[in-house]
Nanobody, 124 residues
Framework: VQLQASGGGLVQAGGSLKLSCAAS????????MGWFRQAPGEERQFVAT????????YYADSVEGRFTISRDNAKNMLYLQMNNLEPEDTAVYYCAAHGDGAMVAFRASEYDYWGQGTQVTVSS
């Protein structure tokens, strides 16, 4: 199983980025997916989660209204559209897969597989 995150980069405050996560999961449409982020010296932090069919979506309060999680089960892809970025959003962003696709998951410990991370840097 491999999760490959991409799309990170350097952007000015107020700008946008779209992260992608390519999953080699054979039954991608049975997995709940999530995005987490980790800034230097801090613990990994929940960002957003989406269940197997996209019917349940939740966001961290800090990104609600600015970020949008989505998935394309036909392409085995997960996305995170990030708008109105703030310097506080600077972190390495990770995609992750959780085996119970019917339920969303908020804790890192609930996820079974992780991507390698992609760096997002927001300058002020």
């Amino acid at each position: 199983v491999q999760l490959q995150a991409s799309g990170g980069g350097l952007v000015q405050a107020g700008g946008s980025l779209k992260l992608s996560c390519a999953a080699s999961l054979r039954t991608f449409n049975k997995w709940t997916m999530g995005w987490f982020r980790q800034a230097p010296g801090e613990e990994r932090q929940f960002v957003a989660t989406i269940n197997r069919n996209g019917g349940s979506i939740y966001y961290a309060d800090s990104v609600e209204g600015r970020f949008t999680i989505s998935r394309d089960n036909a392409k085995n892809m997960l996305y995170l559209q990030m708008n109105n970025l703030e310097p506080e959003d600077t972190a390495v962003y990770y995609c992750a897969a959780h085996g119970d696709g019917a339920m969303v998951a908020f804790r890192a410990s609930e996820y079974d597989y992780w991507g390698q991370g992609t760096q997002v840097t927001v300058s002020s």
